[in-house]
Nanobody, 116 residues
Framework: QVQLVESGGGLVQPGGSLRLSCAAS????????MSWYRQAPGKERELVAV????????NYADSVKGRFTIFRDNAKNTLYLQMNSLKPEDTAVYYC?????????WGQGTQVTVSS
């Protein structure tokens, strides 16, 4: 069955970096654009970044542009999010997602906390 398993979250100080991973299985990973979302306490889930099937096209939320990088390794069926210059407002649960219409598939999420 389809599985998306995020990892790499944790507690980091402002200005620090983290790299999130999303290990995919149960579907042809290289055939689907992939996305990272996040949800902060009391807020709606928001799109952070999107990447095309081959990785040559990416898009980012304005709030993370220039600080976060989405990339993928299709040979390893893994999606990544490199997060630099982290801010307290980046604190959230981060999820990877793909869409196989009409369904959306989500991972369980990984917590990122940015605090001194």
């Amino acid at each position: 069955q389809v599985q998306l398993v995020e990892s790499g979250g944790g507690l980091v100080q402002p200005g620090g970096s983290l790299r999130l991973s999303c290990a995919a299985s149960g579907f042809t990973f290289s055939s689907y654009p992939m996305s990272w979302y996040r949800q902060a306490p009391g807020k709606e889930r928001e799109l952070v970044a999107v990447i095309s099937t081959t990785g040559d096209i990416t898009n980012y939320a304005d709030s993370v542009k220039g600080r976060f990088t989405i990339f993928r390794d299709n040979a390893k069926n893994t999606l990544y999010l490199q997060m630099n210059s982290l801010k307290p407002e980046d604190t959230a649960v981060y999820y990877c997602k793909f869409r196989d219409k009409p369904f959306d598939y989500w991972g369980q999420g990984t917590q990122v906390t940015v605090s001194s």
